[in-house]
């Protein structure tokens, strides 16, 4: 499983995995020069945290109650918005998602 880590003399983003003997990293990402170490960490422990159930999604998906049929056909043809439109899979309703005027550029939530 992958996990992350922060090197903020170099401000970049590294995975690492364990191997059993130790560990390997390699760097995924260089931040901006002038991100604050604290950002840095912050992003690093979140991906760490993301990894957890993604790994154990892969290793058991009826773990998480996924399907592997129903996973790669998601990889494979994902939901993306249409015409503005967001939907849910297996869902009767259409949600939309839009900014509204006078609404302080506020996205307004409309249910079909």
């Not at 170099?10 to 130790?22: D, K, N, S």
């Not at 058991?60 to 109650?65: A, E, K």
């Amino acid at each position: 499983m992958t996990t992350y880590a922060y090197d903020d003399s170099a401000t970049q983003l590294l995975a690492v995995w364990e191997t059993g003997f130790g560990a390997v990293a390699r760097p995924v990402a260089r931040l901006h020069s002038r991100t604050p170490k604290g950002d840095g960490v912050h992003l690093a422990k979140a991906l760490s945290g993301l990894s957890t159930p993604a790994w154990c999604g892969y290793r058991d998906p009826g773990l998480v109650g996924l399907e592997p049929a129903e996973v790669l056909r998601a990889v494979r043809s994902p939901h993306q918005p249409r015409a503005g439109l967001l939907f849910r899979a297996r869902a009767t309703r259409c949600w939309s998602a839009r900014t509204t005027p006078g609404g302080g550029g506020r996205p307004s939530v409309a249910r079909g």
